[in-house]
């Protein structure tokens, strides 16, 4: 495994579970780290979600705020999301 750490289905089901509380995020969030994790453009988002460009910036901006301490973008915020295994 060269040398990544192993977790079981179990252990990762409660991390996420708890990452989820303490950071949070609900699934419109998740929804939109996914849409960036495909690269989609903030301004496409509207047409994957039932919600305005103002409200996805809004939403960004909050997960920006809880993963990056509000710095950074799109790829950034990719990033840390996938770092601490909400991807």
Same mark, same amino acid.
């Given at each position: 495994?060269?040398?990544?750490?192993f977790?079981? $289905?179990?252990?990762? %089901?409660?991390?996420?579970?708890?990452?989820?509380?303490k *950071?949070? !995020?609900?699934a #419109?969030?998740?929804?939109?780290?996914g849409?960036? $994790?495909?690269?989609v %453009?903030?301004?496409d988002?509207?047409?994957?979600?039932? *919600?305005? !460009?103002?409200? #996805?910036e809004?939403r960004k901006?909050?997960?920006?705020?809880?993963?990056?301490?509000?710095?950074?973008?799109?790829k950034e915020?990719v990033?840390s999301?996938?770092? #601490?295994?909400?991807?």
């Amino acid at each position: 495994m060269n040398g990544e750490t192993f977790y079981t $289905a179990t252990i990762q %089901k409660v991390r996420n579970e708890f990452l989820t509380e303490k *950071l949070d !995020l609900d699934a #419109i969030d998740y929804r939109i780290l996914g849409l960036l $994790a495909q690269k989609v %453009k903030t301004k496409d988002i509207p047409m994957h979600l039932n *919600l305005s !460009l103002s409200a #996805i910036e809004k939403r960004k901006l909050h997960i920006k705020n809880v993963l990056l301490m509000g710095t950074g973008g799109s790829k950034e915020i990719v990033a840390s999301a996938k770092r #601490i295994g909400l991807l």
